[in-house]
Every structure is written in C-alpha cells, then in structure tokens.
C-alpha cells in the first residue's frame, strides 16, 4: 500500500483530540489512495496471469479450477489495502487491543472459514477462496465500525490534493523501506538456492525462521510505541526510546541467551541430531544479528515516528549492494555459515546507523558488552560441558541467573519493583 497505513497511523497520532474533522479527512483520503492502488493491482495481477499463463505449465485439470478464481483473488487486493488503513486509523487512536483481537480474529476465521465450506458445501478452489474473503470482508466491516466511533467519522468524504501529497510524502518512503527491507530479509536465501542448490536453502531457512521469531517482542512493542513517539517532540521521542532501548535490549538478550542454550536439543527433537549439528551453528551466528535486528526497531520506529522516514530508506538502499556482494562471496567461501556471517553483519552495521542517527549510541554501547559476555558464556556452557543433561541444565540456570541479576541493573522500573516487594516482605514478616 506504499506505505500509505503507516503515513495514517502517524498523521492521526499527531492530531489533538479536537480535530475530528481532520482525523477524518485523512483517514478518507488514506482510503481513497488505497483502493486504488488496490484495484491497479487486481488488475495488474488478473490481466497479468493471463498474459503468463501460456508460458506456466498449468495442467487443463488445474486450469479448470484455477482460472474461475483468479478475479476472487484480484478481488482481494483493494480489500487488504483497504483493510490496512482501517489498522493504521486504529493503531493512530492506540486501540491495539482491538487491532490484535481484529487480527487474531481475522486469522482464525480464514483458516476456519475454508475448511468448513469444504466440509459443507465445496472443496473447488472456488469456493474455497470465497469463504476466506468473505471471512476477511466481514472483519474489515466490523473494523469500520469500530473506526467510526474511534475517529469518529461523521460521513464528510472529501479527497484532498495536499492531504494525499501529505500521505504520499511520508508513505512513499515507508513503502521504499518495507521493499529493500523485505529484499534484505529474504535475498539471502535466493542466493543460496543458485549457488548451494534447493536442499542447502532448506538447511538454512529452517533455523533461520526459527531465529526470527525472536523478532515478535520488539516488532510488538514498536507497534505501541509508534504512535506515542509520533506526537511527542524530540526530547521527549529520545527519551522513550532510551526507555525501551533498554527494556528490549534485555528482553532479546534473554531471548537470544535461551535460543544459544537450547537450539541444538531443540532440532534433536524436533528433526534429528544429524540436522541438529549442521543447523545450530548457523542459528547460533545468526543470533548476533537478530539480537541488533531487535534492538534497531527501537531507533527505525523513532526516526519514522518523528517524520523522518527518508534517513530509514537511505541506510537500506545503500546497504543493499554491498550486501549482495558480501553474501556471495561469503557464501562461496564459507557456504552456509558464510550466508549466516553475512546476514549478521549487515544487521549489526544497520543498527549502528540508526542507532547513531536516532542519538540513542550510548545505549546500545551500555548493553552491548553485557550481552556479549552473556552470549559467549551461553555458547561454551553448550559446545564445552559435557552432554549431560543436568550439566547443560546447571549451565542454563546460572546463565539465567545472570541475566536476572542483569536486568535488574539495567532496568530501575524492575529494581524498584524488585526493592518494593523486599520491603513488603519485611513488613509482613
């Protein structure tokens, strides 16, 4: 949606409660750019499959069933752009229970919906296709409900010249950042199929899937802080980052700590050891760069809250070439542990830059030399005890204490915390 969802989130943070008009302008014109870009897609994706299809080796049984369902799917493409809007007008009012609650909702209903109307009605693709965007349909009216109260909406439809410039000029580069930056996320993976082959992407995909997950907490808690950081002013935007800079810094490090200590028993069990063996070192490196990935969403989110989404977009246009040649070379010396080196570096030298851009340096230099320790700590308890089980498990605990007696330092809300329930201890004994 070129970004067009978060330029609503932003404007709409910054509004006072007062300008209701205002809020409801742009989350028209929000709308209004949306649908229809929505439907240049559906009909660049309807007109193009068509135009494909001599050349895609669609058996005529496939393409009995396929073809009735490709306008279903161009027929979705302005919903969810629509549907991104209606988040970002939620998220700009901070009604993240009711986004979430929406999402979950929204996911479970599409799975749900097309397993029931399979089991009822049809398994055709057709159908199938039907129930999940009358399950999306039906969450994006409930949505508008909600946005009509929230903002609240009064019915004044005006599409304005310079309020859609406004959300271009901030969407635009929101949109440049979300395509080089899924381009930087995924490239690696690409390479590594032309130049391992497809069974070496299979081997490095799955620990890295199992890696990012790490990437939740701090993509969740930059979701709540986007629009508080969006109408504060500078002082006070430098001020919460630190805050959560911290707070994440912590969090990913234990995170990052735990995924050290258990990955290798983890695709053991849940694949075999000789996987295990070949996928925990590159989990294992792979760590370093989720863990700054994590932190840099801290700085990313502020630098694009305070209006300055351009710098963002800049660091990762630049960063891009550099970083296809350092992957392939890496991957042609290293292999796949060359690729995970590579992923990492480019994540660390990417938190830097924002980090440095953002004035928050000073606390990524605070925790990165506690972190550092706790990981090679974490690392030689797996690679140099003994494979027992209650040796590692006596490794983990201290580990884990460690990173409690670090959190409690580093954190003052959870010393204080810490310190007021000693007290009430006392008293009560």
Known sequence: DLGLSRATTNQIARLESTENDRGEQI????????????????????????????????????????VPSIALLAAA?????????LVGALEGKEKFLLVNAFQ????????????????????SLFTLICAAIWARLLLSCLMMVWVVRCLPLRGRVHVSS????????????????????????NIDQLLIGWLLGARAVTQYTIPFSLVCKALILPLAACRALFPMLSRSTDEEAVRVARESVRLVGVL?????????????????????????????????ILVLGVWANGLAVIPYTTLQGQGRPKIVARFHLLEFFPYVGLLCFMVNIFGLMGAAFAWSIRAIIDAWLL???????????RLTMPTVLLFVVSWSAVEYLPPTLWLQLLGS????????????LTIPELKRYLSTLSHKKKMAD
């Open 27 to 66: 989350f028209w014109n929000a709308c209004f750019a949306n649908l229809v870009f929505g439907t240049i897609g559906a009909m660049v994706f309807y007109f193009g499959f068509y135009a494909l299809e001599p050349w895609l080796n669609i058996s005529d049984a496939t393409k009995s069933e396929l």
């Open 77 to 85: 493409i302005p919903l969810g752009t629509v549907s991104g809007v």
């Open 104 to 123: 979950s909702a929204g996911s479970i209903l599409s799975q749900i919906g097309p397993l029931l109307a399979g089991l009822y009605i049809s398994t």
């Open 162 to 185: 310079n309020q859609l410039k406004d959300l271009f000029n901030y969407g635009g580069w929101i949109g440049l950042t979300n395509l080089v930056s899924s381009l930087l996320h």
């Open 252 to 284: 990913m490090t234990c995170i990052c700590v735990a995924i050290l200590l258990f990955s290798k028993f983890f695709f053991s069990v849940w694949i075999n050891p000789e996987f295990a063996k070949d996928a925990s070192p590159i989990a294992n």
């Open 355 to 365: 980090f440095h851009t953002a004035k928050l340096l000073a606390e990524l230099r």
């Open 397 to 408: 605990g201290l580990c884990l204490l460690a990173m409690i007696g670090w959190a409690t």
